[in-house]
């Protein structure tokens, strides 16, 4: 037997190495071709959406939302799109924000960034303006970011930020990464930005992959899934805005703002409450903030100091003015993120929030800019129009706009716009405040209806509208008697007829006409939802815990909930009951539409028989009253 030597095992050893880097190399290269395959694959067959021609050049985003929403997917618009090659002299100006840039409650038509391109035209005859609506319900910065990485080829020569309220740091992993590990989101988004595959992965995954739910991920902060949200804010701000600077882009950011009496509302207990229950539980403070608004000429900001001490609106002990303060301090924090983003990346900053302040009695922001607690009103879209086209006039002309927003003229009128909502909507501006102001009834927010509610009411003379506040004025003790017309339904007069009424709106609107969701209305049928839910499909399955219907889920208590509040004659659909996920209103519509004899959709015709299925499903599940004939849809209007 012959010994091997010391250079033997030497040699040996090296062969080794050698095969094992030889592997390696074989592996790294292989890895690096399938990459490069994949994205070339990518690159020739997975287009990014082009944004689509709205009206003249004016263009709405179709991309789908990233953080999971179950109404992720756009809402259909047919036109051309966007070309990547520019005309001589183009303009080009991208705004991307949440529900307020797409429009709500109005639509495309009365959006901000609509007005935008019709104020640029005027100021600037000599170039071809582009206005690119990039807005979407329920977007969150990050959504923003990966719609931002997609519009790069348009080469913007300007990018308009609004927004920041919808931003939750519990609801997706991302949105915790710029402010917690800074460094390796960068990587990330380096290499998002320079391959089509993983921004297509990360972007259109969501849409394309994750089943549809009927829950969106609602953990609460202390669950250990989030993060400081001031942190993760400034975070996210800095990305949009450094991005967009590094892709030549001048960038005006724009400090968001909200009605702070959504926060009153919103810090009570509202699920499987009644609105004369919600009402009568309220305490001595709410009720004295709520009987203001339904004064005339109510000094609000007087009335929540008058209410300091007069005890909570919900537990612990935080009355009304300071839970508007601890509102407002909340809007200054994201409006001081947003000015150091824009110093530290050299942006311009229009304070868009003090100038709607500056301006409203007592500081509050309220009606008349706003109509809900973070939608504009027509008016208020086009004052924050004309306040971008200014700064944009400036710009393009080399000139540093003032530090201060300031009209420099009034307004345009607004009557152009009311009139393209009511040829779009076949109902018109009248009815859309209606059914907004109804809806926030149905979701128990008295305090933000109520101003509608008299704008609907008062110029715009509508029915429901005016019985609406006479019914609440005589729950809080400010009448003797309810509206003589209610009659002996008096009592109850209360979230079922509320929310028939929105239908019937709804319903007006099928029948003259309307054509597309112009605004995003819908009555939700999530927790303690007072409607019954229309299913657009058959095959329901029921189970030990919940109603199946396709993706749709629904839980069993919430079919009991909703089923029984339908024996006063309410049909609402959910948000997630459209077949595709994307237009609410658009179904409801043509269900209305359909069960009035005036539409032929296939799929609506469905759900029409499916009503009569679904109570014959559910009858093991709840009382046999709950779903007595004849209970399950409101009549026609005359």
Same mark, same amino acid.
């Given at each position: 037997?012959?010994?091997? &030597?010391?250079?033997?095992?030497?040699?040996?050893?090296?062969?080794?190495?050698?095969?094992?880097?030889?592997?390696?190399?074989v592996?790294?290269?292989?890895?690096?071709?399938?990459?490069?395959?994949?994205?070339?694959?990518?690159?020739? +067959?997975?287009?990014?959406?082009?944004?689509?021609?709205?009206?003249?050049?004016?263009?709405?985003?179709?991309?789908?939302?990233?953080?999971?929403?179950?109404?992720?997917?756009?809402?259909? %618009?047919?036109?051309?799109?966007?070309a990547?090659?520019?005309?001589?002299?183009?303009?080009?100006?991208?705004?991307?924000?949440?529900?307020?840039?797409?429009?709500?409650?109005?639509g495309?038509?009365?959006?901000?960034?609509?007005?935008?391109?019709?104020?640029?035209?005027?100021?600037?005859?000599?170039? !071809?303006?582009?206005?690119?609506?990039?807005g979407?319900?329920?977007?969150?910065?990050?959504?923003?970011?990966?719609h931002?990485?997609?519009?790069?080829?348009?080469?913007?020569?300007?990018?308009?930020?609004?927004?920041?309220?919808?931003? $939750?740091?519990?609801?997706?992993?991302e949105? @915790?990464?710029?402010?917690?590990?800074?460094?390796?989101?960068?990587?990330?988004?380096?290499?998002?930005?320079? *391959?089509?595959?993983?921004?297509?992965?990360?972007?259109?995954?969501?849409?394309?992959?994750?089943?549809?739910?009927?829950?969106?991920?609602?953990?609460?902060?202390?669950?250990?899934?989030? @993060?400081?949200?001031?942190?993760?804010?400034q975070?996210?701000?800095?990305?949009?805005?450094? &991005?967009?600077?590094?892709?030549?882009?001048?960038?005006?950011? &724009?400090?968001?703002?909200?009605?702070?009496?959504?926060?009153?509302?919103l810090?009570r207990?509202?699920?499987?409450?009644?609105?004369?229950?919600?009402?009568?539980?309220?305490?001595? +403070?709410?009720?004295?903030?709520?009987?203001?608004?339904?004064?005339?000429?109510?000094?609000? $900001?007087?009335?929540?100091?008058?209410?300091?001490?007069?005890?909570?609106? !919900?537990?612990?002990?935080?009355?009304?003015?300071?839970?508007?303060?601890?509102?407002?301090?909340?809007?200054?924090?994201?409006?001081?993120?947003?000015?150091?983003?824009?110093?530290?990346?050299?942006?311009?900053?229009?304070?868009?929030?003090?100038?709607?302040?500056?301006?409203?009695?007592?500081?509050l922001?309220?009606?008349?800019?706003?109509?809900?607690?973070?939608?504009?009103?027509?008016?208020?879209?086009?004052?924050?129009?004309?306040?971008?086209?200014?700064?944009?006039?400036?710009?393009?002309?080399?000139?540093?706009?003032?530090?201060?927003?300031?009209?420099? +003229?009034?307004?345009?009128?607004?009557?152009?716009?009311?009139?393209?909502?009511?040829?779009?909507?076949?109902?018109?501006?009248?009815?859309?405040?209606?059914?907004?102001?109804?809806? !926030?009834?149905?979701?128990?927010?008295?305090?933000?209806?109520?101003?509608?509610?008299?704008?609907?009411?008062?110029?715009?003379? $509508?029915?429901?509208?005016?019985?609406?506040?006479?019914?609440?004025?005589?729950?809080?003790?400010?009448?003797?008697?309810?509206?003589?017309?209610?009659?002996?339904?008096?009592?109850?007069?209360?979230?079922?007829?509320?929310?028939?009424?929105?239908?019937?709106?709804?319903? $007006?609107?099928? %029948?003259?006409?309307?054509?597309?969701?112009?605004?995003?209305?819908?009555?939700?049928?999530?927790?303690?939802?007072?409607?019954?839910?229309?299913?657009?499909? *058959?095959? +329901?399955?029921?189970?030990?815990?919940?109603?199946?219907?396709?993706?749709?889920?629904?839980?069993?208590?919430?079919?009991?909930v909703?089923?029984?509040?339908?024996?006063? =004659?309410? %049909?609402?659909?959910t948000?997630?009951?459209?077949p595709?996920?994307? *237009?609410?209103?658009?179904?409801?519509?043509?269900?209305?539409?359909?069960?009035?004899?005036?539409?032929?959709?296939?799929?609506?015709?469905?759900?029409?028989?499916?009503?009569?299925?679904?109570?014959?499903? %559910?009858?093991?599940?709840?009382?046999?009253?709950?779903?007595?004939? =004849?209970?399950?849809h409101?009549?026609p209007?005359?």
């Amino acid at each position: 037997m012959v010994k091997s &030597t010391a250079p033997d095992k030497a040699l040996s050893v090296r062969g080794g190495r050698a095969r094992l880097a030889l592997r390696l190399s074989v592996s790294v290269v292989s890895f690096a071709l399938t990459a490069a395959l994949l994205e070339v694959c990518a690159r020739l +067959a997975l287009p990014v959406p082009a944004p689509v021609n709205l009206r003249d050049a004016i263009y709405v985003s179709q991309l789908p939302l990233v953080n999971g929403h179950p109404m992720r997917a756009p809402d259909p %618009v047919v036109g051309e799109p966007l070309a990547v090659g520019r005309q001589p002299g183009e303009l080009r100006v991208f705004v991307f924000g949440e529900s307020s840039v797409q429009g709500t409650p109005w639509g495309y038509r009365a959006s901000a960034p609509t007005m935008l391109y019709d104020l640029l035209r005027r100021a600037l005859p000599a170039r !071809h303006v582009t206005v690119v609506n990039m807005g979407r319900v329920s977007s969150f910065t990050m959504d923003a970011y990966y719609h931002l990485v997609s519009i790069a080829q348009y080469r913007p020569d300007f990018v308009i930020f609004y927004m920041g309220l919808n931003d $939750r740091y519990d609801a997706d992993r991302e949105m @915790c990464w710029p402010s917690e590990w800074p460094t390796v989101h960068a990587a990330w988004r380096w290499s998002v930005e320079h *391959s089509r595959l993983l921004w297509t992965v990360r972007a259109r995954g969501p849409d394309l992959l994750y089943p549809k739910q009927d829950q969106w991920n609602t953990g609460p902060p202390s669950s250990g899934r989030g @993060c400081d949200p001031l942190r993760g804010f400034q975070a996210w701000s800095d990305v949009l805005v450094g &991005t967009a600077r590094a892709m030549g882009a001048q960038v005006v950011v &724009t400090t968001p703002l909200r009605n702070p009496l959504t926060a009153i509302d919103l810090k009570r207990e509202r699920s499987g409450v009644d609105l004369g229950a919600y009402l009568a539980a309220s305490t001595p +403070a709410y009720r004295t903030v709520l009987a203001c608004l339904l004064a005339a000429d109510c000094d609000v $900001r007087g009335a929540l100091t008058a209410t300091s001490s007069d005890g909570p609106v !919900h537990a612990p002990a935080t009355g009304p003015s300071q839970l508007v303060a601890q509102d407002e301090a909340r809007m200054r924090r994201m409006g001081e993120s947003w000015k150091a983003s824009a110093t530290r990346y050299g942006a311009t900053v229009l304070d868009f929030r003090a100038y709607v302040a500056q301006r409203s009695p007592g500081g509050l922001v309220q009606a008349p800019f706003v109509v809900d607690d973070i939608h504009l009103s027509v008016e208020g879209y086009l004052t924050l129009a004309t306040l971008w086209s200014q700064m944009v006039t400036d710009l393009v002309a080399g000139l540093r706009p003032p530090p201060h927003a300031e009209l420099r +003229a009034p307004i345009a009128d607004t009557a152009r716009y009311r009139e393209d909502l009511r040829r779009s909507d076949g109902t018109g501006y009248a009815d859309i405040v209606e059914r907004h102001a109804l809806h !926030h009834l149905v979701l128990r927010l008295p305090l933000l209806a109520v101003p509608m509610l008299r704008d609907a009411a008062g110029p715009l003379e $509508r029915h429901n509208a005016r019985l609406a506040l006479g019914w609440l004025r005589w729950r809080l003790g400010l009448e003797a008697q309810p509206p003589a017309e209610l009659g002996s339904e008096a009592h109850g007069f209360d979230i079922a007829r509320f929310a028939r009424a929105a239908s019937e709106s709804a319903h $007006r609107s099928a %029948v003259a006409g309307r054509s597309q969701d112009q605004g995003g209305w819908c009555i939700p049928g999530d927790k303690g939802a007072s409607v019954f839910a229309l299913l657009p499909a *058959s095959g +329901a399955q029921l189970g030990p815990t919940q109603w199946r219907v396709g993706d749709v889920r629904i839980a069993r208590s919430e079919v009991e909930v909703s089923l029984t509040s339908a024996t006063s =004659g309410v %049909v609402a659909v959910t948000r997630l009951l459209h077949p595709s996920n994307r *237009s609410t209103t658009d179904f409801m519509t043509r269900f209305f539409a359909v069960r009035a004899g005036v539409g032929t959709d296939p799929r609506v015709a469905q759900a029409v028989a499916a009503v009569v299925r679904a109570r014959e499903l %559910v009858s093991p599940w709840v009382p046999a009253a709950a779903t007595a004939p =004849g209970t399950l849809h409101p009549s026609p209007p005359p």
